[in-house]
């Protein structure tokens, strides 16, 4: 190496420790940890039995992330309070928990979920909707439920979920007893 060399190596070195050392001095703090809530509510009493197979579907748009609505026509998704499932899985398995739906039925049952928010534009509340399809009859095409929370806490938030998902749970259950 000749010393012309040498120098435009140094420089560059230095340039890359000092790059790296104003990088250290950053007065950012680090991003908090996300926190996961699980608004699953515990079935209770013996499970309904249906002939039917059961599938659960929901807009590209609702995943793990807590979906607040924030207006009318505005939505915000927060990244640092998610839920433990997707929102399909969640309703999949709450449903699951309260009703017995064979695999082998030759009928299915489609939930497709409308609303999984926190709605923040007033008193926040959970809102959860589901429609229902079936190739018969059910007590209700639509299971709609909205659960107040007592804060604007992501805890207050969970808890208004969980009442909402268990509500809307209870209701689909009756929309499915016989008519």
């Given at each position: 190496?000749?010393?012309?060399?040498?120098?435009?190596?140094?420089?560059?070195?230095?340039?890359?420790?000092?790059?790296?050392?104003?990088g250290?001095?950053?007065?950012?703090?680090?991003?908090?940890?996300?926190?996961?809530?699980?608004?699953?509510?515990?079935?209770?009493?013996?499970?309904?039995?249906?002939?039917?197979?059961?599938?659960?579907?929901a807009?590209?748009?609702l995943?793990?992330?807590?979906?607040?609505?924030?207006?009318?026509?505005?939505?915000?998704?927060?990244g640092?309070?998610?839920?433990?499932?997707?929102?399909?899985?969640?309703?999949?398995?709450?449903?699951?928990?309260?009703?017995?739906?064979?695999?082998?039925?030759?009928?299915?049952?489609?939930?497709?979920?409308?609303?999984?928010?926190?709605?923040?534009?007033?008193?926040?509340?959970?809102?959860?909707?589901?429609?229902?399809?079936?190739?018969?009859?059910?007590?209700?095409?639509?299971?709609?439920?909205?659960?107040?929370?007592?804060?604007?806490?992501?805890?207050?938030?969970?808890?208004?979920?969980?009442?909402?998902?268990?509500?809307?749970?209870?209701?689909?259950?009756?929309?499915?007893?016989?008519q």
């Open positions: 190496m000749t010393h012309r060399s040498v120098r435009p190596a140094a420089a560059a070195f230095a340039a890359m420790v000092a790059f790296l050392f104003v250290c001095l950053s007065s950012a703090p680090p991003a908090p940890p996300v926190r996961w809530f699980d608004p699953s509510s515990v079935a209770s009493g013996p499970r309904l039995a249906v002939p039917l197979k059961l599938r659960v579907e807009p590209p748009h995943g793990r992330e807590f979906a607040l609505r924030t207006g009318v026509r505005e939505y915000a998704f927060d640092e309070h998610q839920w433990i499932a997707t929102p399909a899985e969640l309703v999949a398995a709450a449903l699951q928990g309260a009703v017995a739906f064979p695999s082998y039925a030759s009928e299915e049952l489609l939930v497709r979920i409308e609303r999984f928010e926190l709605d923040v534009t007033a008193a926040p509340r959970a809102v959860v909707v589901l429609r229902l399809f079936a190739g018969r009859p059910l007590g209700a095409d639509e299971v709609r439920f909205e659960a107040p929370a007592a804060d604007r806490s992501p805890a207050a938030l969970a808890a208004a979920m969980a009442a909402a998902l268990g509500e809307a749970t209870a209701r689909t259950r009756a929309a499915l007893q016989p």
